[in-house]
């Protein structure tokens, strides 16, 4: 009986022992999305295997990488553009939100919410559709083509949030600035340009990035109304392989990759502007 207690005092200790020796493994976001490419890949090739006389999804994805990257480059291209003529427009029209002349506040506060507020998809429709193939300057035919509009309509949500940016950031400002620069005799317009809006930089910086982070995932909707970036690309050569299942994830997974290593520094990058410029 004396013997059978320490025993069984053992068993019952022994599972909480060995507890705390579990590590739990932690994995980064970018090791992570290598490994789930790497997988597909495998699948895929593996898949692949039946069919001796077809190249290997890996083998496509080299063959057809200088194509699919021109495609990518040109969703970065649209991206930028689309930032620079957004963030031009956006804050003139954050300025007028701030505006003293109620009519030009309303209206601008109008204009804002209507572009923020709508899908993208349906704003890129409209001026894919509305906007002439091509316009007429002093006899000089000026062709548009597909994707000029669609940076015009990723622009337009872009201006919206911009100034709603601006419109926050200048209002973050502590009151007192305004009390000085009015005691100082600086005019309206010289307190908004010369005070207010160099101190606004540093706080408009991260939202704008996350601004720029999100046009940039949603340049693929361009595919949609024709025009020949990744995506658009990405089909074309899935169906110049003979449409094979086995080639619809690795070909799709590398343009995820592609965007994923794109836009996940620009994150980390937002994060780290965002502790540096922390108001407190």
């Not at 919206?160 to 926050?168: I, Q, T």
């Not at 799709?252 to 965002?274: D, H, K, M, S, V």
């Amino acid at each position: 009986m004396k013997t059978a207690e320490p025993v069984h005092r053992l068993a019952v200790l022994l599972p909480y022992r060995l507890a705390p020796t579990r590590m739990p493994v932690r994995i980064s976001p970018l090791s992570a999305a290598i490994l789930c490419f790497c997988a597909v890949m495998a699948a895929s090739t593996a898949w692949a295997q039946t069919a001796p006389t077809m190249l290997s999804p890996l083998q496509v994805i080299v063959k057809w990488s200088p194509l699919l990257l021109r495609g990518f480059a040109f969703n970065i291209l649209i991206s930028l553009l689309a930032m620079l003529l957004g963030t031009v427009a956006g804050l003139g029209l954050g300025l007028a939100l701030l505006s003293q002349y109620r009519l030009l506040a309303t209206a601008s506060w109008f204009v804002t919410q209507f572009f923020r507020n709508a899908p993208w998809l349906v704003l890129l429709f409209f001026v894919m559709f509305l906007v002439p193939f091509q316009i007429t300057i002093f006899n000089t035919t000026v062709p548009l083509p597909d994707w000029i509009k669609a940076t015009v309509g990723f622009a337009l949500p872009v201006m919206a949030n911009v100034a709603e940016v601006v419109r926050g950031a200048v209002r973050s400002v502590p009151s007192t600035q305004w009390e000085a620069a009015e005691s100082l005799s600086f005019t309206r317009r010289q307190t908004m340009w010369l005070i207010m809006l160099p101190q606004c930089i540093k706080r408009m910086l991260p939202p704008w990035m996350n601004i720029y982070a999100l046009v940039a995932m949603a340049t693929v909707l361009a595919s949609i109304v024709g025009v020949s970036e990744m995506l658009t690309l990405t089909a074309q050569v899935h169906a110049a392989e003979g449409g094979r299942p086995e080639l619809f994830a690795p070909l799709y997974g590398f343009a995820l990759l592609c965007f994923f290593l794109y836009c996940y520094p620009i994150n980390l990058w937002t994060a780290r502007l965002e502790r540096r410029f922390r108001v407190r």
